[in-house]
């Protein structure tokens, strides 16, 4: 199976605190992946270090065949990587439609925002850029309310909208961060229905979640990480049964 992403050895120091430590692991191609670990384990740190938010202090990271240790966020993204936060990022004063057509930016000339002011050679890409935030809509269930101003709709909307706004970019890999934060139930499993869909589309991803039971129903694979070291990576059912992870992550509890 391909490597869509594989980090070897990654460290990523903040002073004297090593928020990384070594971190090795690798993501398929196809495949959703899960980051578990304690707070303040080092998920973040690692999400940040693979989209270009922080440097690596060493280590090797490879995206679709590429090193992008280091690179700047925005050439990676061209690369085919797309993110969602743990805050979410809208711009609330826009519809629902506008704040998807900024994910289209990696596909445009010009970028969405460019569109808005209206350059003539812009308005030609629209159509298309409509088309594309409409669809990515769709795919999170949101395509009804495009009209809306995005301060209007749900909580658990935004965060499917963020969603959307990263699946315009056409991404070959899409991570979220924490993606059911502040979700409820019913929220949550449309949610593992949305990324359900989003696999199908061939879009491969790769997960930080708190929430364990989606962890374990949607993940094929997944890696725990504790004081920035990564302590296993399996299946759900591998990593609920490591001793290591159970002593480490759970303080002794079951998973
Ligand atoms: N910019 C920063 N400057 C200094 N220390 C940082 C910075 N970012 C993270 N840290 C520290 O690095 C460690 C790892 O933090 P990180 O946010 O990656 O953990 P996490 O596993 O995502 O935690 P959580 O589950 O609480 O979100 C923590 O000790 C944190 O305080």
């Not at 998920?43 to 693979?50: A, N």
């Not at 797309?82 to 439609?97: E, K, N």
């Not at 209206?118 to 409409?134: D, L």
């Amino acid at each position: 199976m391909t490597m869509l992403l594989e980090l070897e050895g990654v460290t990523k120091r903040f002073g004297g605190l090593t928020a990384l430590d070594g971190a090795s692991l690798d993501v398929r191609q196809g495949e959703v992946r899960g980051l578990i670990g304690p707070n303040g384990s080092g998920k973040s740190t690692l999400f940040h270090v693979v989209t270009g938010v922080h440097r690596p202090d060493g280590g090797r990271i490879t995206f679709d065949g590429h090193p992008i240790a280091g690179r700047p966020t925005e050439a990676i993204a061209q690369l085919g990587l797309a993110r969602t936060f743990q805050d979410i990022q809208l711009f609330y004063d826009m519809t629902v439609l506008e704040n998807a057509m900024i994910g289209c930016h990696r596909l445009t000339r010009a970028g969405a925002l460019a569109a808005m002011v209206g350059r003539r050679w812009v308005r030609a890409e629209e159509a298309a850029i409509v088309e594309r935030a409409m669809d990515a809509l769709a795919v999170v269930g949101l395509a009804d309310q495009a009209r809306e101003p995005a301060r209007r709709i749900p909580y658990g909307h935004q965060r499917l909208l963020e969603i959307a706004r990263a699946l315009a970019a056409e991404p070959k890999l899409m991570i979220l961060d924490e993606p059911a934060a502040g979700m409820n139930p019913s929220e949550t499993r449309s949610l593992m229905d949305q990324i359900g869909r989003i696999v199908d589309r061939g879009v491969t991803v790769f997960l930080v979640e708190h929430n364990m039971k989606m962890v374990m129903d949607i993940c094929q694979r997944i890696t725990v990480l504790n004081y920035g070291r990564v302590i296993a990576t399996g299946t759900p059912t591998e990593v609920q049964a490591d001793a290591q992870v159970i002593e480490a992550y759970l303080g002794g509890t079951a998973v």
